[in-house]
């Protein structure tokens, strides 16, 4: 008589043999998982052009059950220029488990318009190695020259 075993959908699929039966044994991966919040977009305050900007804080969270290397993280589209990230000469970076990055992404407007961008983030998670947030920011007018939206 031949048996057969229900399929199993895992991560990860191991054959394995006991008294000549054949049978299949699921094991969870539990790899590297970075996640972005927020994790759609990013909106920042009207900010003139030339002036202070705006700065929003994006938060990494590595939630795999290993650490997810950071490898790198840029700002991308065709308003890039308008959009500044921290210092990270720290990278790569290993992010523990369960641990967090934060960090401060800014706008600083070079006319008066709307402004868009993604922030990307590269790891060595299998899954998703590339994660995208999007960035938009307004360039307001400064008709008083005081560095505030008039």
């Not at 967090?100 to 961008?117: K, Q």
Request: charged letters at 20%.
């Amino acid at each position: 008589m031949r048996r057969t075993a229900p399929l199993i959908l895992a991560s990860c699929l191991a054959v394995t043999t006991a008294c000549g039966e054949l049978g299949l044994v699921a094991y969870e991966m539990n790899g590297p998982v970075l996640s972005v919040v927020p994790s759609d977009s990013v909106d920042f305050l009207e900010a003139p052009p030339d002036g202070d900007g705006s700065a929003e804080e994006v938060t990494l969270i590595s939630e795999g059950g290993v650490a997810v290397e950071v490898q790198e993280i840029y700002i991308s589209g065709d308003y890039a220029t308008d959009f500044a990230l921290p210092n990270l000469d720290f990278l790569p970076l290993d992010l523990e488990p369960d641990k967090t990055l934060p960090m401060n992404v800014f706008f600083y407007p070079t006319a008066v318009g709307e402004f868009s961008a993604e922030l990307v983030v590269v790891t060595n998670d299998s899954e998703t190695p590339e994660l995208f947030v999007g960035l938009t920011g307004s360039g307001c007018f400064d008709d008083n020259d005081d560095a505030v939206c008039d």
